[in-house]
Each structure stands twice: as C-alpha cells, then as structure tokens.
C-alpha cells in the first residue's frame, strides 16, 4: 500500500481497549471539523463531524470531543478492533466568501496490536 | 455504488510533459476538489469547484490547472510536470462543499523523473 507519512505520530493500542486520538487546530473560525480514516492503499473515508457549537458528539463506536478554549480536537475510538488501524486526519472547515476551506491536520497512525 | 473514481491510479511521467489526471464522480455533488499528499503533511488542497465552470485556488495551486465543464468531471491538468510535483493525488466530492461527508477517490501515484 501507499505510504502516507513516514514520521507519522504512532499510537499503538491493544485490541479490545478504547483509543484516544488527539488534534490541534489553528483557526478559532472554523465553524465544524471532521475526522478522517485513511487506509494503506486508499483515499480518506469520513468517519464523524462535529459543529464548531457543539462540545461532544457520538457514533458507532466513535465519540469526537471539542474543547474550543485551547483549540483541541480529540477521536475516541471504542473497543478497538484490528480494523481500525489507519492513518487518522482531522480537519478543519472555514467557510469564507468563496465557499468551504478545509485544512487538514498531519494525521497519526493507529496500529491495533492483537 | 456512490463512487469517486480517478484514473491514472500509477503515474511516471518525465518533466515537462503534459498529463491530465481525470475524476469523475456519480452523486450528482455540486463540490468537487483536489488534494495532493505529501509525507508528514497532511492533505493539501489544490484546487476546488463549487459548480460547474466555477473554480478556485486552494492552497497549493501553482503548477496545477482544473476545469469543471460538466458536473460530474473534474480533472486535474499539469501542463509542464516537475518532480516537486511528484505526490500522491486525491480527488474529492461533496454534496454540501467543505469535509462533511465527502468522498475520496483511491489516489494517484505521480512520479515525475
């Protein structure tokens, strides 16, 4: 497969036990952001978004949390599965007066160890 | 199937050749976009359209040329390729614009020697 980043960020978790991604973002104007799952070999797949008027929101097995005081982004991944190893992106969406901008983190990897 | 579908999926071409790298997608999305990824950062975009014959710079357009005369196509042009241009290449479509529920294609490899 494609190699997306090779100094990726690498968090290694145990299958069964929840994962904790982490995000910095930059521009207090962004009115939501999205989380992304990339595979070796694939495109970005859409997991979950949050608005920017939001603090918390839940999918299957997903949770993204908010904290806009310090800009922070967090994916909570429950009871992970070997599946759930990719490259993990979070961006960021500003909508300006030539439509969406969307500017993405520089992902971490997630290896699920059995 | 809702798809996104690029072609070349593997590239290598020589500097200064001109190549176009299609995209073509079949939900009728108004917002279509180019990403290029490079390793440790990130996707970076390259162009977008909001609709048809409406287009703008993201933020790495230099070296790169779109055109958007039909809904569904949306390709990306490199008139005079050079190896800085050497990346791998997402396509992307949305209904809404923007991240939510976008849809990537599966990438082109571009080698430029």
């Known amino acids: 497969g494609e190699s997306v980043g090779l100094h990726l960020p690498t968090l290694s978790v145990q299958e069964g036990d929840n994962s904790i991604i982490n995000c910095a973002y930059s521009n207090s104007a962004s009115d939501y952001f999205i989380w992304y799952k990339q595979e070796s070999g694939k495109g970005p797949q859409f997991i979950i978004d949050?608005?920017?008027?939001?603090d918390k929101r839940q999918g299957q097995r997903v949770t993204v949390l908010l904290n806009k005081t310090v800009k922070h982004l967090s994916l909570q991944i429950a009871a992970t599965q070997p599946g759930d190893s990719a490259v993990y992106f979070c961006a960021e969406n500003m909508r300006g007066a030539a439509g969406n901008k969307l500017t993405f983190g520089g992902g971490t990897r997630v290896l699920v160890k059995p | 199937e809702a798809q996104v579908t690029q072609n070349p999926r593997y590239l290598i071409t020589v500097t200064g050749k001109k190549l176009t790298v299609t995209c073509s997608q079949n939900m009728n999305h108004e917002y279509m976009s180019w990403y290029r990824q490079d390793p440790g950062l990130g996707l970076r975009q390259i162009y977008y359209s909001m609709n048809v014959e409406v287009t703008d710079k993201g933020d790495v357009p230099e070296g790169y040329k779109v055109s958007r005369k039909e809904k569904r196509n949306f390709p990306l042009i490199l008139e005079s390729p050079s190896p800085n241009q050497t990346s791998l290449y997402f396509c992307?479509?949305?209904?809404?614009?923007?991240?939510?529920?976008?849809?990537f294609g599966q990438g082109t490899r571009l080698t430029v020697v």
């Open positions: 992307a479509s949305s209904l809404y614009g923007g991240g939510t529920e976008a849809f």
């Open positions: 949050i608005r920017s008027n939001m």
